[in-house]
């Protein structure tokens, strides 16, 4: 099982990107899906979960420009970014609470990142 992440890219301060991230494998369920951000240097910072019931939860430093959410048909969880910020360039991981059979129970699984910078 692996989470692939997508959309990230170059946008000027004001705009807007979606990103997405699919996990793929045989999944039996998702539990909570999320997505992080990193800068060089620093620790990975939350920015917003949503659980396997369309419960959302968010970061003070994103709340009211980003949303989150997520696609059970699909095991896809998005992240529309708007009114972007030079502080919002970072690498940004998704991640998945996916069920293990192997273990019966919920294993914590990362995307790669995909880089978002935004220009002022």
């Known amino acids: 099982v692996q989470l692939q992440a997508s959309g990230g890219g170059l946008v000027q301060a004001g705009g807007s990107l979606r990103l997405s991230c699919a996990a793929s494998?045989?999944?039996?369920?998702?539990?909570?899906m999320a997505w992080y951000r990193q800068d060089p240097g620093k620790q990975r910072e939350w920015v917003a979960i949503?659980?396997?019931?369309?419960?959302?939860n968010y970061a003070d430093s994103v709340k009211g420009r980003f949303t989150i959410s997520r696609d059970n048909a699909r095991n896809t969880v998005y992240l529309q970014m708007k009114s972007l910020k030079p502080e919002d360039t970072s690498v940004y991981y998704c991640y998945a609470d996916i069920f293990a059979v192997e273990s019966a129970a919920y294993e914590p699984v990362w995307g790669q990142g995909t880089l978002v910078t935004v220009s002022s």
């Open positions: 494998g045989i999944i039996h369920s998702i539990f909570d």
């Open positions: 949503i659980s396997n019931v369309g419960s959302t």
